[in-house]
């Protein structure tokens, strides 16, 4: 059974638009949620995390919001690059990660010019 | 610093061999992961390392074994391989378990 959710497989969004990106986790037990970009060939690279005592977490372009209740993440990026085209994978773990991170199979993101 | 790196980067193996994966964390990185990625499956923890000791371990069959070294580097080794290994196999290192992993390139094994 999957814990950590990403149901859009890819992601088409106009440069300089925001983009946005869902993760849904069905486990109540994740207190730490992050985000990763894969560029192909290329292990994950972290972008943002948020702790469960948050709702909100920003980081220049990059703003996660938590939505504890609805068991919901989202990752925003505003404005949209060329760059930032790749593929996000949400992850999530508790307990200080000692049973590693959890992971989400990941949303192509596609920024057209 | 330098990153994680994985050593080989591409391998190709033939069912029933086994096959060793290398990982050097980033300096002064204690903890080692192990993820596997598949298309079908995405990316699955194996397990991770802390001080040379097996902290915990993901679902997977015995075949699957791993090692840290004083040095805090990691060995993955996986025998009597199957079509199904064949995988993007992911180290990631943190300082302590509960930071951030920073993860290497991965090494692509095929299994035919």
């Known amino acids: 059974d999957q814990q950590v959710k990403q149901n859009s497989p890819s992601l088409s969004v106009q440069e300089g638009r925001i983009s946005i990106l869902n993760c849904d986790y069905t486990?109540?037990?994740?207190?730490?949620f992050l985000w990763y970009k894969k560029y192909p060939a290329e292990g994950p690279t972290f972008l943002i995390s948020?702790?469960?005592?948050?709702d909100k977490n920003e980081d220049g372009r990059f703003t996660v919001f938590l939505n504890k209740s609805a068991k919901h993440l989202s990752l925003h990026i505003v404005p949209s690059q060329p760059g930032d085209s790749a593929v996000y994978f949400c992850?999530?773990?508790?307990?200080?990660?000692?049973?590693?991170?959890?992971f989400g199979k990941g949303t192509h993101l596609i920024i057209q010019p | 610093k330098a990153g994680v790196t994985q050593t080989p980067r591409y391998l190709i193996k033939t069912r029933g061999q086994q096959v060793t994966l290398s990982c050097s964390p980033i300096?002064?990185?204690?903890?080692v992961s192990w993820y596997q990625q598949t298309p079908g499956q995405g990316l699955q923890f194996l397990f991770e390392?802390?001080?040379?000791?097996?902290?915990n371990k993901g679902n997977f069959p015995g075949r699957f074994s791993g090692r840290q070294f004083s040095n805090s580097r990691s060995e993955m080794n996986v025998s009597t391989l199957e079509l199904g290994d064949s995988a993007l196999y992911l180290c990631?290192?943190?300082?302590?378990?509960?930071?951030?992993?920073?993860f290497g390139p991965g090494t692509r094994l095929t299994v035919l």
């Open positions: 390392y802390f001080s040379e000791t097996q902290r």
């Open positions: 948020i702790s469960s005592i948050k």
């Open positions: 990631a290192s943190s300082s302590y378990r509960e930071d951030e992993q920073f």
């Open positions: 300096s002064g990185h204690r903890s």
């Open positions: 992850a999530a773990r508790y307990g200080g990660g000692a049973d590693g991170l959890t």
């Open positions: 486990n109540s037990m994740f207190d730490y």
